[in-house]
């Protein structure tokens, strides 16, 4: 099983819809959580950082489920200018011990 | 604003030619990582470094060698370069410590082809 692992999409979804991604991670150890966003050619970007009580920023809601040991992704009222990959990332259980799943790709579509 | 500078964005090399990537952090980070990024296979990790000197195995670090002499500088080493190390070769750095402080910074990425 891998340590990170995302549905690779593509999630090709109309300009205004709500999509959500989930990432489960396998090892029970681990501490910090992040979504990543990766353009096309482009080198991978905080998105924002996952919390035990969830948090929100603007349109995008990440939650954290250590019981299920998955995290999420909801995106609101979606833009053409949030098509990207979004990489979910997975730190600790071992010295800065840091992974990365292989990404789910967004399609807005006008 | 912070940087994480690559030496090269494209480079091509011939099999079993020594290649060294060259990154640069202008932030003070002490952590410092290589991945390489193919598709389908996502980001693995190949070295990390958290200080001057030190180093330790990613995921994947058969064929590679890293090098940090300086704390803003972290270079990766293919010692003979092979077909199957044409990747995205991407650097990235971090503050030590849990939560917000692990941001990775991502430079631009190096695509390495080897023929």
Partial sequence: ?110 | DVKVTQSSRYLVKRTGEKVFLECVQDMDHENMFWYRQDPGLGLRLIYFSYDVKMKEKGDIPEGYSVSREKKERFSLILESASTNQTSMYLCASSLPGQGTDNEQFFGPGTRLTVL
Avoid at chain 1, 50 to 78: C, H, K, M, P, W
Avoid at chain 1, 83 to 102: E, I, P
């Fill in chain 1, 1 to 110: 099983r891998k340590e990170v692992e995302q549905d690779p999409g593509p999630f090709n979804v109309p300009e205004g819809a709500t999509v959500a991604f989930n990432c489960t991670y396998s090892n029970s150890a681990s501490q910090s959580f992040f979504w990543y966003r990766q353009d096309c050619r482009k080198e991978p970007k905080l998105l924002m950082s996952v919390y035990s009580s969830g948090n929100e920023d603007g349109r995008f809601t990440a939650q954290l489920n250590r019981a299920s040991q998955y995290i999420s992704l909801l995106i609101r009222d979606s833009k053409l200018s949030d098509s990207a990959t979004y990489l979910c990332v997975v730190t600790g259980g071992g010295y800065q011990k840091v992974t990365f799943g292989t990404g789910t790709k967004l399609q807005v579509i006008p």
